[in-house]
């Protein structure tokens, strides 16, 4: 449980007790069919890698844009519809649990929220880690101590120790580009 290392020990304690947000999410989105997977503190950047992946995702994806202001959402939620997702706005006020349906068969539920992704992990199958194709990545401890399969771009993995640990130990993949993606 605590490694003694303060940034793994700081995010394992808040695995530790459920956000009643996440909790509410999960609850209410739970019959979205699996897997679920995450874009996570993406950018725009990141965005336009996903593109050519997305067209061959099965299940539902969830993603929790870096930057949360009107504008930025709306390129975010542009950018879901013209790959053909019904996009769902979590700040939107969610419907009863029994309540969701979408459009189509592809959804995508925009987290424009903060302050419990952390927790939110715990639901989903897989999580791509945003920033590796921009700006640097972002913390990969968060989704890993959940144990879920994780890829990031290239970009600032070597600010991150971790990111050769989880890497050697088979949890993450290190994706160059829009193919490398496809494969993983």
Excluded at 7 to 34: C, M, N
Excluded at 36 to 61: H, K, M, N, R, Y
Excluded at 149 to 162: A, D, H, I, K, M
């Amino acid at each position: 449980a605590v490694c003694g290392e303060p940034r793994w020990d700081r995010v394992f304690s808040r695995t530790q007790s459920a956000h009643p947000r996440a909790t509410e999410l999960s609850q209410v989105f739970g019959q979205l069919p699996r897997p679920w997977g995450c874009l996570a503190q993406v950018w725009p950047e990141d965005e336009s890698v996903f593109t050519s992946a997305l067209i061959q995702f099965v299940g539902t994806i969830w993603v929790v844009p870096h930057v949360i202001e009107a504008e930025a959402l709306k390129k975010t939620r542009a950018w879901l519809e013209r790959q053909g997702w019904d996009v769902i706005q979590t700040s939107a006020g969610l419907p009863p649990v029994e309540n969701v349906h979408t459009k189509t068969s592809r959804t995508a539920v925009l987290v424009d929220e903060m302050g419990f992704l952390a927790e939110l992990y715990g639901a989903m199958d897989w999580v791509y880690v945003g920033g590796g194709f921009g700006v640097g990545i972002h913390s990969t401890i968060e989704p890993a101590l959940w144990g879920l399969p994780l890829c990031v771009g290239p970009s600032g993995t070597e600010r991150f120790s971790e990111v050769a640990d989880l890497e050697s130990w088979g949890q993450l993949r290190v994706v160059e580009s829009a193919k490398s993606l496809l494969q993983w």
